[in-house]
């Protein structure tokens, strides 16, 4: 759309900003980078529409601004992961030991239930350091670390809190007891779910941009170094 008192460089930099998705700070920095580049070729030029011609079109560039937004997304997934799983089993184990517990010993179900809860959150945490580590390389498929980050959030989330479901209808009476005498269980019951809705809904934001097409390798004069 052009026409009088539009301006070719606002105009350019609204019509990139439709069409990209990610993390909103990063992206408002980048329209905002990209503008005051615009504004500063056009003063050189003399010339909005010859400097919003150099410098590309919105199909031309969006891409690799997206790959951009695609890898700080797939990046904070994989830091929230890291952070939120172990925290909960040692916020858990923390709150076991000071005697806000079931009362008795559980059966033998729920104490495999535990373990396998266990077990899948430190594997969650391993995997997500690694895919953490791995978004901070500049030849890392963005889109292949998103749909890996959002696919393992949501596994772990499902995992973790289907068997703390499991766990506690499966020794409901000792629950309900524990909630009734030990009020932190309630808190940390709120806590960790919370947990997991954060988690499920940074991984259902990178898969969202796993899945979009509009993606190509970054080049270096675009690839950032700031973080999520």
């Known amino acids: 759309m052009t026409g009088p008192g539009l301006d070719p460089v606002d105009l350019h930099v609204a019509a990139l900003a439709r069409r ?40 031309e560039i969006a891409p690799a601004y997206q790959a951009e937004l695609t890898a700080a997304q797939s990046r904070r997934t994989a830091l929230l992961l890291v952070a ?5 089993v040692l916020g858990w184990d923390l709150l076991w030991s000071s005697g806000v517990a079931w009362t008795g010993p559980a059966p033998a179900a729920v104490r495999l239930l535990a373990r396998v809860q266990d077990l899948v ?6 995997l997500a350091a690694t895919l953490l580590v ?49 009020p932190a269980a309630l808190l940390a019951i709120v806590l960790s779910g919370v947990a997991l809705v954060l988690v ?5 934001r990178a898969l969202r941009l796993g ?4 993606h190509r390798p970054v080049g270096p004069s675009v690839r950032r170094t700031t973080g999520p």
């Open 84 to 88: 939120l799983f172990p925290a909960m």
């Open 20 to 59: 990209l998705r990610g993390p909103a700070r990063l992206r408002r920095s980048m329209l905002a980078e990209t503008r005051a580049g615009l504004l500063d070729a056009a003063a050189a030029h003399r010339d909005a529409a010859v400097a919003v011609a150099e410098f590309g079109s919105v199909a």
């Open 211 to 214: 899945v979009r097409a509009d």
């Open 121 to 126: 959150s430190w594997g969650i945490t391993a």
């Open 200 to 204: 499920l809904a940074s991984t259902t």
């Open 134 to 182: 791995l978004t901070l390389r500049s030849r890392a498929d963005e889109r292949r670390l998103a749909l890996a980050a959002g696919g393992l959030g949501a596994l772990g989330a499902v995992l973790c809190g289907g068997t703390a479901v499991a766990m506690n209808l499966a020794n409901l009476d000792r629950t309900v007891d524990m909630l009734a005498t030990h």
